[in-house]
């Protein structure tokens, strides 16, 4: 009886060329991830940096952008903001600043043009009367807009809270969504009700 006869077990056999392009990729791959990981943190630091100097990163050119520009000083706000083309945009200011949404009026108006990168500041100055108003300054415009002379925020006979859009980071927001800029709410105890006095800013494509 004839034993059967097992094949002898080929070992794969791999040529040095090969071996190479293995050992070549491997590395490639470890170098990528490694500096991935490297550049991330100076990726989120590089945008920090550019967000407390003002500059924009628009990824969305439909949208509307904001940051908010730090800067020195008292009642003074500064924002740099990217406008979609295409419509007509307007700054809305309101002495009436109510806890939610925004009031059905706005105290004054402004355009600010229809669409591109804009810088917008705002702040309350005395004009040659000695009373004070909230300037608006951009393209196109420098004037006092709204008076604040006689508010109980800015002559301290109530305490304030203050939200500003884009201070920590870079806001984004749909095209047709009103925007508030800066709501500066004055403190409601031991005031009516209906007591909503301080400083609402928003910007909308209609008037």
Known sequence: MEEDTVPPTRRPRFSLLTLVLVTTIVALAVAVFLQYQELGPLREENRRLRYEVGELDVEDASQVHVVSVKKAGGYHWQWRI???????????????APKQGLPEKASSLARLGTGGEVTLIAEVLPAENGVRYLYLRSDGINSPFLEVEDTDWLNGRTMIGTSITGEEKQIASDVDEPLALLRLESDKRGKP???????????????
Not at 82 to 96: Q, T, V, Y
Not at 193 to 207: F, K, P, T, V
Request: hydrophobic share 35%.
């Open 82 to 96: 990217h406008l979609p083309k295409g419509h007509d945009w307007w700054i809305h200011l309101s002495r009436h």
């Open 193 to 207: 009700s209906d007591y909503d006095e301080g400083l609402l800013i928003w910007l909308s494509n209609s008037r």
